[in-house]
């Protein structure tokens, strides 16, 4: 395979008639119109237009597979000009590998074929004045006439529980309407659709193009606390909403969310009609019916959805006056009846969006055609909730709008009641009252703060710091008139007065929560060792920080002394020292000690690392602003491993009449106060703080298995860039993902009490299978005492047991007296310690074999990384394939659905198979007839909400197939 390439990124062939040996195209020229004239009333010379240059390709007609082809456009020419530069690209056929594509020639390599392909290239030129020009010419890969051909064949198996939309974009696929309640898809239950909508005009080519499909209706038998799960495949470009209604057409509950998951729940047994509706946009989508995850009903989903009430925030560009916020209200207001309740004009506020003001043409504006559903609701509050929601997603898409979303009544959960909390808009922004209901930290956890020592007076550290000590050498710039001592108080320049940049660390950190006064800490629960190793300046020399460090990591230090308990994180929010080959073994040493060193990125808005920050075994940590944006002071690069607030004080888009900085402990006009501040520094103690409340939870986590969590996506919040990028790293710290992931690391660290496990919660026997397996295991001395079933047609069977009834079980249904329909029946599994449930689902009648409409196959050379050779299957095929005429030689095979007709298999949301799986593609040695590469091909779903590292091998990604 050719390095960097990917058998599941190229084109495949597309059948056109060969070119002749030279094509010569010409662009159109431009004319130009006179314009008025000046006050004299004579008019202006016409203006001369510039002509576009001139492409001419020379390529050979035809080339046989293995042979290097050369398409030659150096005798293209500008006439008035001169050429600056050439654009070659592949339009069609099996993916190839051009070189010298900003060349006036490029050459690629004929791929292996099993008979003539036609490939399709285009060639733009751009003159000096910017004028560009475009030829195209097509070139037929003949087969290699002396290599040995066989026939592959084989059968692709689809799961009887996987489902298809009726109404795809590939025209290959069976078509029959589903827009309605009358003519809703029959569907089994448990099972998982795929599907694809788009709006009139949206999407790509296909069936769907022009007219639109912006409703699926499904009918299927439900149960009661089943739920209904919407996976939105292309939700950054589109959005859409799932319904549920009653076998009357009520509407029971609905989600319309604008993220790439919607769910319902199922109030009672009974037929429902489910709706997949397409807010806007085109997109690709699973739906997964059946599932027992217990979801919230709109009511409650929705409760504190404050109706007829949106915050706007607006776009705003001097230099595009359709940018203009306050131009941009009054047109909201004209076409949809908007009214500002609050905020200046032209500026992010709440409005109204009163339903008593909606006429015809506002209603149609803001409900679009859904504005008849309203009706199907027949709760007054939940009407109104979705009319508001609906508004604010039509809202959102407005031009001029950046983004509008509910106004919530808010409760106290488990925030803290500091007065000056609200002003911390830095602590929802990482999703830290999450954690907070898990924890708010231990004090056996330390964080080593080294900085310019602290204010141990305030108010908000009383109880929260342990003994610490001074590292500063320098009396002059300790400012306390002596060198190192065991008095690690911050003396700022006397009175009072000073920056206090450790206090202001300190309390991000670990200031008292739930005191009444001041603020909180991200960690509060946790105790912070002052370590000060800056002046009064705020400057120190990296010898002294590095013995700061050591004292911290309970390594010999100047001090001659060593803490009573070393620290579990180290928190410098300092920088600014060049490389050194001692420091950079002395952050190995505390990383080896399991010891988490976190530190600022620096400040100066470059690239360049800078240190400590810069050190492998160091966490270092750019700045966001109150959007989630990189501050604009905050450094990027290379070295950046993870992002966290840090502010940025020259604003208040928080809107709260302060400027958005962080706002922690310290000290104003001689008194303890409360002050805001931006930098890297301010960011660095919200991830120090993040690691302590994990630390809290699971003691064990090391420094190494926290790196580990932070590189897998389990801290963080992915953004910038998909995956690590250079502003962000690996993403935005999200404090309740990462104590959550804290949780799920204890492992087997905590000793088990008695209890059973079940296998499965639910056992799905369709409409075909007669036995399945239960196993039941169980800890602690658990002792299975009985099993039990609610159901005549179902009985369980021990198998494979041990004395305590563990093991194995044989569960069996008997259709032969139940008429059509699906069933439920339940295990009772009863034991010393607890009991568990297992549902059993069974179908009669409903034997018929899975349906995914058109799958394409496609045999990929990896020598020659392209597409041999493909060939298309269907259910009335049995999905049995054949490809003839294959040359001898090593490939992978591979299968999928192409709902939206891109051209690409395997997209989110589409069927996808591999032999044998898509994890571990088998080579395929062809040297003989094949006839039984069979493999099975099924929907890829993932779950969104946590970043994944992506597979290691290239078939997660989607081929590209021929017309």
């Known amino acids: 395979m050719t390095a960097g390439r990917s058998p599941l990124a190229h084109g495949r062939r597309r059948e056109c008639a060969p070119h002749r040996l030279t094509a010569l195209a010409f662009a159109a020229m431009l004319s130009a119109c006179g314009g008025g004239g000046g006050g004299s009333g004579a008019s202006a010379p016409a203006a001369v237009a510039n002509l576009s240059p001139r492409v001419l390709i020379e390529a050979p007609e035809s080339a046989n597979s293995g042979e290097t082809v050369t398409l030659d456009g150096g005798a293209s020419s500008d006439p008035d000009g001169s050429i600056r530069s050439y654009a070659w690209s592949q339009t069609s056929g099996t993916a190839v590998v051009l070189s010298g594509s900003t060349q006036p020639s490029a050459s690629f390599t004929a791929p292996a074929v099993s008979e003539p392909t036609s490939l399709a290239f285009s060639l733009t030129v751009t003159d000096n004045d910017g004028a560009a020009g475009t030829g195209s010419v097509s070139v037929s890969v003949q087969p290699s006439a002396d290599t040995p051909r066989f026939t592959v064949s084989g059968r692709l198996g ?38 694809y909508l788009n709006e009139p005009g949206s999407g790509t080519e296909g069936r769907s193009l022009v007219a639109g499909d912006v409703e699926d209706f499904y009918r299927v038998n439900l149960f009661q606390d089943q739920s209904i799960t919407l996976l939105v495949a292309n939700a950054a470009s589109a959005d859409a909403d799932l319904y549920l209604y009653d076998a009357s057409g009520n509407l029971v509950d609905f989600s319309i969310d604008t993220a790439e998951l919607e769910s319902v729940s199922v109030p009672a047994d009974g037929v429902y009609f489910v709706n997949v509706s397409l807010f806007a946009g085109a997109t690709l989508y699973n739906l997964a019916i059946g599932s027992g995850v217990p979801v919230l009903p709109a009511a409650q989903r929705y409760a504190n959805v404050l109706p007829d009430q949106a915050i706007i925030h607006y776009q705003a560009d001097d230099a595009d006056p359709a940018l203009d916020p306050e131009a941009t209200e009054t047109r909201l207001s004209d076409r949809l009846a908007t009214r500002r309740i609050a905020g200046g004009r032209g500026r992010d506020g709440l409005f109204s969006l009163p339903a008593a003001s909606l006429d015809a043409a506002s209603a149609r504006s803001r409900l679009g055609r859904l504005r008849e559903r309203r009706r199907a609701i027949a709760d007054d509050n939940l009407r109104d909730v979705w009319r508001t929601l609906v508004s604010i ?93 065991p008095d690690p108080e911050d003396v700022g320049t006397g009175n009072l007065s000073g920056n206090f940049h450790g206090t202001h660390v300190t309390g991000t950190v670990a200031a008292a929560g739930n005191n009444r006064i001041g603020v909180a800490g991200a960690a509060w629960g946790v105790r912070v060792m002052p370590l000060r190793a800056l002046g009064t300046d705020g400057a120190g020399t990296s010898y002294d920080i590095g013995q ?77 602003d109150a959007q989630r944006n990189v501050a604009p002071y905050s450094n990027r690069g290379s070295s950046i491993d993870l992002a966290a ?24 006009d001689g008194g303890f106060a409360y002050t805001f501040a931006s930098g890297t520094s301010m960011a660095a103690p919200h991830v120090s703080a993040v690691l302590a409340l994990m630390k809290s939870v699971n003691p064990g986590l090391s420094a190494d298995n926290l790196a580990s969590l932070l590189a897998a996506g389990e801290l963080t919040d992915d953004a910038g860039d998909p995956g690590r990028d250079d502003d962000f790293g690996i993403g935005i710290i999200n404090a309740g993902k990462a104590v959550d992931a804290a949780v799920a690391a ?102 018929e074999d899975a349906e995914l409409g058109t799958l394409y196959v496609l045999l990929y050379d990896p020598a020659a990384d392209s597409v041999t050779a493909q060939t298309a299957t269907r259910s009335s095929d049995g999905y049995r394939f054949r490809i003839p005429r294959v040359p ?76």
């Open 393 to 485: 997603k039509r809202l959102a898409r407005e031009p001029g709008v950046a983004a509008a979303e509910p106004n919530y009544r808010v409760s106290v959960r488990a925030t803290p009641n500091d007065e000056a909390y609200p002003l911390q808009w830095h602590y929802p922004l990482i999703n830290l009252p999450a954690a907070w209901r898990i924890t708010n930290g231990s004090p056996e956890v330390i964080v080593a703060v080294v900085d310019t020592g602290i204010l141990s007076g305030h108010p908000d550290l009383a109880g929260q710091l342990v003994p610490g000590y001074d590292f500063i050498r320098d009396p002059e710039s300790a400012g306390d008139g002596d060198g190192i001592d």
């Open 548 to 624: 700061a460090v050591r004292f911290a990591a309970g390594l010999a230090n100047d001090s001659g002394t060593l803490p009573a308990q070393r620290a579990d994180i180290i928190n410098l929010s300092l920088g600014g020292e060049g490389f050194s080959q001692f420091n950079r073994e002395l952050y190995r040493e505390v990383r080896r000690r399991g010891i988490s060193v976190v530190a600022a990125a620096g400040n100066e808005s470059r690239s360049e690392p800078d240190y400590p920050a810069g050190y492998a075994d160091v966490f270092s940590v750019s700045a966001i």
């Open 645 to 668: 607030p840090g502010g940025d004080s020259g604003n208040d888009v928080t809107g709260d009449g302060y400027p958005d900085g962080v706002l922690s402990t310290g000290a104003a």
């Open 158 to 195: 689809a799961s009887v529980s996987q489902s298809l939309d009726l109404t795809t974009n590939d025209p290959l696929n069976a078509n029959a309407a589903n827009d309605s309640f009358d003519n809703a898809q029959p569907l089994p239950n448990p099972t998982t659709v795929g599907g």
């Open 888 to 963: 001898a030689g090593d490939y992978l095979l591979f299968a999928g659905t192409d709902l939206n007709n891109n051209l690409r298999i395997c997209d989110a949301g589409e069927a996808c198979g591999a032999l044998l799986t898509l994890d571990q593609p088998l080579r395929l040695r062809v040297d003989r007839d094949i006839d039984d590469a069979d493999f099975p091909v099924e929907y890829q779903i993932a779950i969104p909400g946590r970043q994944s590292v992506a597979p290691a091998s290239s078939a997660a990604r989607a081929l590209r197939r021929a017309r």
């Open 746 to 847: 204890l492992g087997d660290s905590i000793a088990q009490a008695p209890s059973i496990s079940v296998s499965s919660d639910v056992l799905n026997f369709g409409g075909r299978a007669e036995t399945l397996q239960l196993v039941v295991a169980g800890t602690g001395n658990a002792r299975v005492t009985s099993l039990a079933t609610n159901a005549d047609w179902l009985t369980v069977h021990a198998q494979t047991t041990d004395g305590d009834g563990l093991g194995r079980y044989q569960v069996r249904v008997n259709r032969s007296a139940l008429e059509d329909g699906i069933y439920r029946g339940e295990i009772l599994v009863r034991s010393t310690a607890n009991t568990r449930r297992v549902k059993v689902l069974l179908a009669v009648g409903s034997g």
